[in-house]
């Protein structure tokens, strides 16, 4: 079983380099991060999870610097975002954020990928919101022409550049596994059209919706020419239960991420070793 750690690391929590270190040490397969640069005051659109924002989101670092710490302190966890907002970043900057992760990783970076909830950050970092979705893609396809093209190019509505020289590539080829965030009825095609996997959430999925979009996604791999053994189900978020996390497993889901909110660094450090337990 693939258990990973979904870490909401601020500047009071345990250094990131410590705590990626000691979830190795523990047997945790992966460490991801989430990513909001930065939050509008006075912003309008409801939090997700109801009531006030929590604090927390005011309070990430960056993924991209922070994971390639952990990267330098560790030898084989790997590392991923959840979820980066990819219409939110620079296409060619990002292109080269990832590969160069992905380098300093020794080819350990997995990119989890959405769209934003948040209309006024959105809108803050030059997202056109309401076609939100259609940017990430573009972004993302021009990202794949940098990671595998030797003298790159890419013409759409969004982005345009070329021919460019971007390099280093990704060491993992042709580039680390892109995972999208989002509900059944719209992420699998998005997963097929340019995805390699699928990041639902524990606390909007049923074990029979993960079966069922497991069997879609598939289905349209298999209509594209694509090896549907590859597709990675990442739950994000679980409660720290053998029975439940196996009931997950079953139903098809590849590897569980553990939500963790942020405590002072001992606390924090102790919790890791709880929920080690249930490896």
């Known amino acids: 079983m693939k258990v990973g750690l979904m870490h909401f690391a601020t500047e009071e929590t345990a250094a990131i380099t410590t705590y990626a270190r000691r979830a190795e040490e523990l047997g945790f397969e992966s460490l991801w991060l989430p990513e909001h640069p930065a939050i509008p005051v006075g912003f309008k659109t409801p939090y997700p999870g109801g009531g006030e924002l929590p604090e927390l989101y005011k309070h990430m670092p960056d993924p991209f610097v922070a994971l390639a710490a952990a990267a330098g302190a560790t030898t084989h966890l790997k590392l991923g975002t959840a979820i980066s907002l990819v219409p939110e970043r620079n296409p060619i900057h990002c292109a080269k954020e990832v590969a160069t992760l992905d ?49 790159a190019s890419f013409a759409g509505k969004y982005v345009n550049f070329g021919p460019v020289w971007s390099y280093p590539k990704p060491v993992q080829r042709p580039h680390p596994p892109i995972l999208i965030g ?41 209509e594209r020419g694509r090896d549907p053994s590859a597709l990675d189900i990442t739950l994000f978020g679980c409660r720290a239960d053998r029975k439940e996390m196996q009931t997950w497993f079953d139903a098809g889901v590849t590897r569980i991420l553990f939500v963790v909110h942020p405590e002072p660094p001992a606390a924090g450090l102790a919790r890791l070793e709880r929920l080690a337990a249930c490896l």
């Open 103 to 151: 380098l300093v990783s020794g080819g350990r970076f997995l990119f989890g990928v959405g769209s934003g909830w948040l209309k006024e950050e959105s809108e803050l970092m030059g997202v056109d919101f309401p076609r939100r979705w259609s940017q990430t893609r573009e972004h993302l396809l021009a990202m794949k022409a940098l990671w595998t093209q030797e003298e």
């Open 182 to 222: 989002g509900e059944l009825e719209k992420v699998a095609e998005r997963v097929a059209d340019f995805g390699d996997g699928w990041l639902p959430r524990y606390m909007m999925s049923k074990p029979a919706e993960i079966e069922a979009g497991r069997r879609r996604i598939e289905a349209l791999f298999r």
